[in-house]
């Protein structure tokens, strides 16, 4: 039996290496992390060279503070996405830096009382300053008159919303742009969903939060192949996985992301084989669970996916 | 300096040891895990006592499959607990309980196909069957249609949900009783909120997710202090923490138990204390990170709890 | 299937509830973190009441500046244990607090220089006076002197080591009293190894390092049944394990409590059932993976099972 | 005073990046766990430099199984560590590999009794068979009748053992070739640690256990600085840590690289910080925790160095 697997092959690094020669490196040793990093690269290449497969991607956690932006913008614009599910904070820290405003290479070593003082928010080891919190007001006070009477899901909401953002490098004005299904569920827990409610207030604006579900649930539907990418779980792994147990498409392939453990039970951490009892992913799909910092994998990928992916087109 | 500090005692246990007499003994001992349980239970205590303190529990995670139903119950009807904040999924599950379904008691180490057939979903090592979902639907039709056809916001909505459980022992039904108000974000990102979808696909339902903000917020300003838990971070603990954020009373006692880490930057594994910079705890407030299964801490907390609070009441 | 499975029964916390009880309560919810706490219970229950079973505590971790020492020593004067296994440090914390010295509750917020200015030494939150190291060093002399010339494994080192400890109560002490074999393999990374080092220059003291293995070796094999419990992985775990290995009497009962992961494949955080395929641990034993803080996790126990044990003998 | 903090760039990524370059951008970016990648980078670069500095390599974890053994040997080559210290375990699968055998790809998702039916060995999903145990005792016993009748530390043992070894491409022969000190407590812990008690049965042997720590300590107090690298923790970094704390010269460099957590206080999760308080690490010292799987992170971080470190030699 042991004779028909692969021999772990040592990984060999060398100088100049490229971050693609690497992760071939790690397909070659093929176990623990760096194995499953690999396997991540190859199901990703996979569904996003799949023309009949929709790839979701599902991103939570602190990953514009990360510094995670451009990757994620990149993959927007390069079409390896075809709906973006994320979290409010993620759509407000990119409107914020898309304002002008910066994060900062901070400590968490820190006393956090002298933050408050100096008026700096510390989200781990980077600090915003607290003043963003104006031009945002300000920002999407001017965005929203422009914005229709009827009522709009929160997908429609996005999109107006991202055609009025001022820097083209912004995750919410490609999805705009590029018409890229944008879901947000739980968009009232962020400082975008502040400003809406606080708008709301004197103003006419409907924003429907159950209208969405319609939307996604079609695309899962009406799609040939479905793939997903999970990153730091939470509502928008939940989503996703919710849209795929209400349709008959399963997913065929899934990644993971997520430093989130499986025993405690909550979705954010569930493996992605858990997904098959429910009918969310397919029996037969490619998967993996990349136990890892995505700051650390998600860069690694990328920069390997874009050297795989690039190479035909030129 | 050493000399002021209480030594370790170390933990001593004896046959018949109450919950709450072992929680002294981890007391005693001060340190590591032992001493954060212990120092929770002594800031839940306070929270509770405090009468003009507000105290919020923020809960994520799969506490219904979990075991976790009736001590969550308890904490509401106890009165130890003013606004609940919660997911989709804690509410579709004490639901499906509620109308007469179980969850058992499966293993992870199982082929997920072969649940797929038996119509068996998996939480980990609990199992549920898939059956639950045309049990929902039929409740649900039957109790939108009670529904005015005015606006509502979620908690309105959930409070009318809670009239019409069957079962006295669910947390619907308690929060709707006894008017707890229960906030639940991203209701669309679950069984429940499905179902609030597909019915207005035909019928007519108004369910603002704005508009809880104003609720939320004003209970925040208008309280003297405030108190808050978090169990299992997400979308609950986010929520309270931005109500915090944009009133003018940060809380004075908080209490979090999470296995999520906080050096990934997301928030439902950043420690309590980066929230002094952002002022949504107060820089003098009494606050501990518990790193733990909830499973294992609430618990044993609840159980030292009971003894604690009640020997008065006796 | 299913009607076939027990269901998740929910935990419900008493005034005054025992420990014992509110193990029972998670033994009817019987998944997730508390469910595993209860078969840990259970399992460790068994093995201590199987007459014909030798029981392997493998101790790893900060257990004695973690208030866990008592526990330990219970655990050893009430005859749970049948052969320890532990490292230099966890002896080199008991024999310094036999010696009256004390370990304090510190915090781990700090400045780690100022402490260094003081004299102190932190082990996370737990602080520790250094000049422990100079009555360790004047004990250790005097201990030492007394010795024979010829060679001594390290078990035989530590057993007369042990009965010149002062204080009666003390992990060294009592496995020297009860002649309870105690193991440990990497007794020179410790502060009493430096010790015996340290003398060595100077005096005659021989200690081999690998005879014990033929002591661990010969108990694993003459015994009808072995259980293991390993609390926190590293070399105490991996000793146990390969004595396990090389013996033909597989482990028939195990439990493990730790938080480290299988994923990066170290022994200290792979799963028990990991070592069936080595033979290491019986394919019909009983065995859980509790992943949890030991100093939560222990103590609960160690009452529940005091209340277990006990009731027969009074 | 955030005017004078780095800003947050994002990180880019690029077609045929080198793995240098996406540790430089992460170094731009500079927060969460790449930012701590890119530290732990410039710090390993600038203590190899440092012809003044003893470089200390603490590895523990499965690291020959898990495809890491070319990486080491490249470092040891290289001239980048000046002492190994390492487990039994990984001592014993480098010979194991040496001796022809191989670990193959598997998976943890498998019967374990079915794997041990088949002679075969899991290390999570690495699988390895059996009967290396037949080569490496036949190994052993011809390579000890070549060895001293005096006694030998364990470095002197390992280092003739290392001669003996048949594959140039081993960490064990590099370490005797190069005579770079190797140092491993635990060795009794270990296959080979087994084989040298079986053979004492018969034959004479010698290996001190405690002889060793004259050597480290002396290559501490005699180097103008010292440079630390942890990979995995356990006895190989607490064995340093030991060895630093009580010579004079504490560490002016520290890399640390584990999943293990500060929280229960033990030596493997505890933070570098920790050590200042010891007077292990110096107060002024470059340091950084980096909290990943170390197959994920140690090949980047070695291709980037590479790439740093050979820019000049050619």
Redesign the interface.
């Known amino acids: 039996?042991?004779e028909n697997?692969?021999?772990?092959?040592?990984?060999?690094?060398?100088?100049?290496?490229?971050?693609?020669q690497?992760i071939d490196?790690?397909n070659?040793?093929?176990?623990?992390?760096?194995?499953?990093?690999a396997k991540a690269a190859d199901i990703m290449e996979t569904m996003i060279r799949d023309k009949e497969c929709k790839v979701f991607l599902g991103l939570?956690?602190?990953m514009v503070?990360?510094?995670?932006?451009?990757?994620i913008i990149?993959m927007l614009k390069d079409g390896w996405i075809d709906v973006f599910v994320t979290t409010g904070?993620n759509l407000t820290h990119d409107l914020i830096e898309a304002l002008g405003y910066?994060?900062?290479?901070?400590t968490?070593?820190i006393n956090?009382?002298e933050?408050?003082k100096?008026g700096?928010?510390?989200?781990?080891?980077?600090?915003m300053?607290?003043e963003v919190y104006e031009g945002l007001e300000k920002f999407c006070k001017k965005a929203f008159e422009k914005m229709p009477k009827e009522e709009m899901n929160i997908k429609e909401f996005l999109w107006l919303l991202g055609k009025e953002v001022p820097d083209e490098n912004s995750i919410l004005r490609i999805c705009a742009e590029k018409k890229i299904p944008i879901f947000c569920?739980?968009?009232?827990?962020?400082g975008i969903?502040?400003q809406?409610?606080s708008y709301?207030?004197e103003h006419k604006i409907k924003?429907?939060?159950?209208?969405?579900?319609?939307e996604i649930i079609d695309i899962v539907w009406t799609s040939d192949r479905n793939g997903v990418i999970y990153i730091?779980g939470?509502?928008p792994k939940?989503?996703v996985q919710?849209a795929l147990q209400?349709s008959e498409t399963a997913a065929s392939y899934a990644v993971q992301i997520t430093?989130?453990?499986?025993?405690?039970?909550?979705?954010?951490g569930?493996?992605l084989?858990?997904?098959?009892?429910?009918?969310k992913l397919d029996?037969k799909a490619r998967y993996t669970n990349v136990?890892?910092?995505?700051?650390?994998?998600l860069?690694?990928i990328?920069?390997a996916l874009?050297?795989r992916l690039?190479k035909e087109s030129t």
Chains 1, 2, 3, 4 share one sequence.
């Open positions: 039996m042991i697997l692969k021999k772990v092959q040592h990984i060999k690094t060398g100088k100049n290496m490229t971050c693609g690497l490196q790690m070659k040793s093929g176990v623990m992390g760096a194995g499953k990093i939570a956690g602190a503070p990360g510094g995670q932006k451009q990757i990149d904070a910066n994060h900062y290479q901070g968490h070593m956090d009382d933050l408050n100096k700096i928010d510390r989200i781990y080891d980077a600090f300053p607290n569920p739980a968009l009232s827990d962020s969903g502040l809406v409610w709301m207030q924003v429907s939060a159950f209208d969405d579900l319609k730091g939470g509502v939940n989503y919710q209400f430093t989130d453990r499986p025993e405690s039970g909550g979705s954010s569930a493996e084989r858990e997904g098959i009892s429910w009918g029996k136990t890892c910092d995505a700051t650390i994998a860069p690694l990328s920069a874009k050297e690039e």
